[in-house]
Nanobody, 122 residues
Framework: QVQLVESGGGLVQAGGSLRLSCAAS????????MGWFRQVPGKEREFVAA????????SYADSVKGRFTISRDATKNTVYLQMNNLKPEETAVYYC???????????????WGQGTQVTVAS
């Protein structure tokens, strides 16, 4: 089992920045690829970014490329999502997840956090 706890969400003005954190505990965190997804009510969970277990490979949704950065700190068992130039349409609950391999598909992630709300005011 891997337990994931997100933090860092909140209210920000359009154009602002937030850094989300996802603290992991349980099984060997360093062997899992990690992903960030977001979801608004009534819509499917949407891929945002992912990082391989080595931290070498990353993947981003086209909509966030150049603005969001995913990273991980193995010494702290934590993965981060730095979000810059946020837009109102990016208001959502943001989830981190763990998978055996880097993927853009939510169905391939085994473990999920409870989510953290990000609200971008216009």
């Amino acid at each position: 089992q891997v337990q994931l706890v997100e933090s860092g969400g909140g209210l920000v003005q359009a154009g602002g920045s937030l850094r989300l954190s996802c603290a992991a505990s349980g099984r060997t965190f360093s062997r899992y690829a990690m992903g960030w997804f977001r979801q608004v009510p009534g819509k499917e969970r949407e891929f945002v970014a992912a990082i391989s277990w080595t931290g070498i490979n990353t993947s981003y949704a086209d909509s966030v490329k150049g603005r969001f950065t995913i990273s991980r700190d193995a010494t702290k068992n934590t993965v981060y999502l730095q979000m810059n130039n946020l837009k109102p349409e990016e208001t959502a609950v943001y989830y981190c997840a763990a998978s055996g391999f880097i993927s853009e598909y939510a169905s391939q992630y085994e473990y999920w956090g409870q989510g953290t709300q990000v609200t971008v005011a216009s």
